[in-house]
């Protein structure tokens, strides 16, 4: 079945460090793919996704592109902030399905 | 954005007792709602899928029987555990969507813990 790995954590930077959260995936169609957040107290939110192959998905100044070669989908930001301290989470959903498939998630930890 | 709340959002109970947790879409109307559980540093495990006015959809594995779904309006999905059990001491998270295509909200969730 379909399923999604991503990086263990937790990961502890400091402020404006670059980030990188690690997901892959394996998948029996053409996925699209998610990165959520879910901060303290609260519920999951979307923060981007990528429908196809070669697609990036951004906002907030994180990135993620759809690597179809090498089915992945990794997080990256180039400045983190203490406000993005939070658990992140991978997932795929298969074409014609609203069926979200998660990464176990990863506690992103931001020191000032 | 659409909001999604989730009451209670803690809940301890003793072991044999049954204990409902509500999901509400307070700002759209949700045709599907879908009920997770997640334990310690492990993934976001779909348990069922309920369409409003309709049985619920379990997943492979998830008792029917003991997890009782109902979607009895656009707004509220109910989790029912039936005779709880320590092992099923988990964080349960709910999500909610409307118009196809336009994706899931997600609640707060609601933490059990069976004594």
């Known amino acids: 079945g379909d399923s999604v790995t991503q990086m263990e954590g937790p990961v502890t930077l400091s402020e404006e460090a670059f980030l990188t959260i690690n997901c892959t995936y394996t998948a029996t169609g053409y996925p699209s793919l998610f990165w959520y957040v879910q901060y303290p107290g609260e519920g999951l939110q979307l923060l981007l996704k990528?429908?196809?192959?070669?697609d990036k998905g951004s906002n907030k100044g994180f990135e993620a592109t759809y690597r179809k070669e090498t089915t992945s989908f990794h997080l990256e930001k180039g400045s983190v902030q203490v406000s993005d301290s939070a658990v992140y989470f991978c997932?795929?959903?298969?074409?014609?399905?609203?069926?979200?498939?998660f990464g176990k998630g990863t506690k992103l930890t931001v020191n000032p | 954005g659409a909001v999604v709340s989730q009451h209670p959002s803690w809940v301890i109970c003793k072991s044999g007792t049954s204990v409902k947790i509500e999901c509400r879409s307070l700002?759209?109307?949700?045709?599907?709602m879908f009920w997770y559980r997640q334990f310690p540093k492990q993934s976001l495990m779909l348990m069922a899928t309920s369409n409003e006015g309709s049985k619920a959809t379990y997943e492979q594995g998830v008792e029917k029987d003991k997890f009782l779904i109902n979607h009895a309006s656009l707004t509220l999905s109910t989790l029912t555990v039936t005779s709880a059990h320590p092992e099923d001491s988990s964080f349960y998270i709910c999500?909610?969507?409307?118009?196809?295509?336009?994706?899931?909200?997600f609640g707060p969730g609601t933490r059990l813990t069976v004594l």
């Open positions: 990528a429908t196809k192959a070669d």
């Open positions: 700002d759209f109307q949700a045709t599907t």
């Open positions: 999500s909610a969507s409307g118009l196809a295509g336009v994706g899931q909200y």
């Open positions: 997932a795929l959903r298969e074409g014609g399905s609203e069926k979200l498939v």
